[in-house]
Each structure stands twice: as C-alpha cells, then as structure tokens.
C-alpha cells in the first residue's frame, strides 16, 4: 500500500524568506500524481501546486515551487518570499494513476513570523 | 470556481444521537469524498462515492455510513455518535480520473463536530 510521509509536523520562517517542506511517499507504481494542500486556521483547504510523475519538470506557480525527485520518492515545497497570509497546514498527498482516492501524510503546520 | 458546502460549520451532539452531516457541490462532479482530519493523523478516508447510489469504504468506515440519492449531494450519517468521532470532518468532491487524471480534489470548509 501506498503511504505519505511528511516528517516535519511544524515549522518557521521569517517573512519574505524561503522554507522548504519535505514529503517522501512509497510505491511501486510508476505513473502517480502527487498534490501540496494548504489549510489556513479555520478556512478552506485548497490547492497549492501538482505535479505528474511523468513530467520531469518540477512545477511551479508563482512563490511555490517543488523538487520532485522520483528516483527517491520525495516531493518537496519550496515557498519562496514568504508572507503572513502562507501560515497555514500544508498537506502532501499522493493519487495512484488508476485511482480517484487520494493519500495524504499527516501535514506540517507552517508559521510565518514578521 | 467550484463550490463545496457543509451544511454546518459547528455542531455539537450527544452520544447516542443518529447524526447528518449534508455536503453539496456545483460542479457536476462524480466523485465525493468523506474524510475525517485529526491532528497529527492527517485525513483519512471514512467513505467514497463515484456516482449516485454508489459507494466504496475508506480506511475508516466503522461507524459511520453514507447517502448519496442525487449527484450533487453527499450525506455523512453517523449511526450512534460516540465520544471518538469527535472530530474534523471534511467534505471533498472531483471529476473521476478518466476526464483528466491531474483534477484535483475540491474541499468544503469543514464541519467541526464534538459528542458529549
């Protein structure tokens, strides 16, 4: 069976410098889609960046950045110039290519200090 | 955008107690998804459905069974609530994988509930 692990359940970073946030999964699948959720206190979880397997190209959006390295099953978010508003939980999670359900890892709760 | 929306924000029930928690979506989604998030356990599964009147358990079905009579809406039920299911509960909701395998899950806001 497939697992996630995120084994940083809190971290800090000073505003406008950068964090990284680590996640390693397991599997014997080849072809598989891994996802960073962000939860802010009390507000809705929504999604971050994606990445496909396939793609060797670590995606980007905006401040957000990831290292997918397949060959060691990690997955880790970069967050670039942080801001007040990046405090959140950040989940990882990780979806099989044939399936619809989704793996998350335990989550890292990110504080973000002026 | 999509909309995800739990009935409830809050709710507090005693033990014993039958409860409902109601999620609706508006995008013509197939999938829905009830998860339960507990600190330092992630979410979990409690139960999937990828159509009408269908459903699959998750990793944490005991106790708890689900509704599904319309697309758009996907009901929680919580037979007899006991002190342990105190807890987050998240509604979620996607295309399935054969449109477009990278959709993401959309979440509703969550519905904290705690049994006395």
């Known amino acids: 069976a497939q697992t996630v692990t995120q084994s940083q359940p809190e971290m800090s970073v000073q505003e406008a410098e950068t964090v990284t946030l680590s996640c390693t999964y397991d599997?014997?699948?080849?072809?598989?889609?891994l996802f960073w959720y962000k939860q802010p206190p009390s507000r809705q979880m929504i999604l971050v960046i994606r990445?496909?397997?396939?793609?060797?190209q670590n995606a980007t959006e905006n401040r957000f950045s990831v290292n997918f390295q397949k060959a060691a099953k990690s997955f880790s978010l970069k967050i670039s110039d942080s801001q007040l508003g990046d405090a959140a939980m950040y989940f990882c999670a990780y979806r099989g290519y044939n399936t619809d359900k989704l793996i998350f890892g335990t989550g890292t709760r990110l504080q973000v200090f002026p | 955008d999509v909309k995800v929306t739990q009935s409830s924000r809050y709710l507090v029930k005693r033990t014993g107690e039958k409860v409902f928690l109601e999620c609706v979506q508006d995008?013509?989604?197939?999938?829905m998804f009830w998860y339960r998030q507990d600190p330092g356990l992630g979410l979990r599964l409690i139960y999937f459905s990828y159509d009408v009147k269908m459903k699959e358990k998750g990793d944490i079905p005991e106790g708890y069974s689900v509704s599904r009579e319309k697309k758009e809406r996907f009901s929680l039920i919580l037979e007899s609530a006991s002190t342990n299911q105190t807890s987050m509960y998240l509604c979620?909701?996607?295309?399935?994988?054969?449109?477009?395998?990278?959709?993401?899950?959309?979440f509703g806001d969550g519905t904290r509930l705690s049994i006395l």
């Open positions: 990445q496909e397997a396939y793609k060797q």
């Open positions: 995008m013509d989604h197939e999938n």
């Open positions: 979620a909701s996607s295309f399935r994988i054969r449109r477009d395998g990278n959709q993401p899950q959309h």
């Open positions: 599997t014997s699948e080849s072809d598989y889609y």
